[in-house]
């Protein structure tokens, strides 16, 4: 094994455990290779799709079609976040049928740095198709909450950058479950490579 294969070889290992990691920036480019990879697995079967999820920033569009993804594939989708969610992403992180985070893990809520350059009547246009955008994704956010927070708080947290800690995201409504220090990613059994959260004998 060569180290340029490593990495296609842990992504096709964790998509045989219907696993799909989602790190860096989020783009519309990796959104299309996310959405194929979940409806491929819902192709293979009913199991959930659990997703590992570390996100330092993203586009307001490309959440959108991550949340539409979301919304249409056939199977329950369990959103693990593990290293920090920055941005939009942290809406698609939301949108997820279950939502958990790692302690450590760190929640931004801030806006897109988007740039926008044309004529005046173009700026106009894309300005005002941002703004719809961005109310769209904050809207579906504060659903999300399951009415801890409006529409208005969200406008407010995401225009003054909120930073929340895992157990901050979870009474602000942001995931269902901070996960605790002893559930660590560790080797399941002595005969396969196989990876995930396995929670101690209590």
């Known amino acids: 094994m060569t180290p ?42 009913d199991d959930p799709v659990t997703i590992f999820l570390s996100c330092r920033g993203g586009s307001v569009a490309a959440s959108l ?3 539409d993804v979301l919304d249409v594939v056939g199977v329950d989708v369990h959103a693990v976040c593990i290293g920090g969610a920055e941005g939009p ?12 985070a790692a302690p450590n893990a760190r929640f931004v809520l801030c806006d897109e740095q988007a740039s926008i350059e ?21 809207e579906r ?16 947290d995401f225009g003054r950058g909120l ?12 995931i269902d479950e901070v996960l605790p220090p002893s559930d660590r990613i560790v080797q399941l059994s002595k005969h396969s490579p196989e990876i995930g959260f396995r929670r101690p004998p209590r």
């Open 4 to 45: 340029e294969h490593w990495p296609q070889i842990v992504r096709a290992r964790l998509f045989d455990e219907r696993k799909i990691q989602v790190f860096g920036y989020l783009d519309e480019a990796r959104v299309s290779e996310i959405a194929a990879e979940l409806w491929a697995l819902d192709a293979l079967g």
């Open 65 to 67: 079609a991550m949340i």
């Open 89 to 100: 992403p942290v809406a698609v992180l939301s949108s997820a049928t279950k939502r958990s």
């Open 118 to 138: 044309g004529p005046f009547r173009t700026l106009e246009q894309s300005s005002r198709r941002l703004q719809d955008e961005r109310r769209e994704l904050l």
């Open 141 to 156: 956010l504060a659903t999300s909450t399951n009415g801890r927070h409006s529409l208005g708080d969200l406008l407010t």
């Open 163 to 174: 930073v929340l800690s895992a157990s901050e995201a979870h009474r602000y409504g942001l």
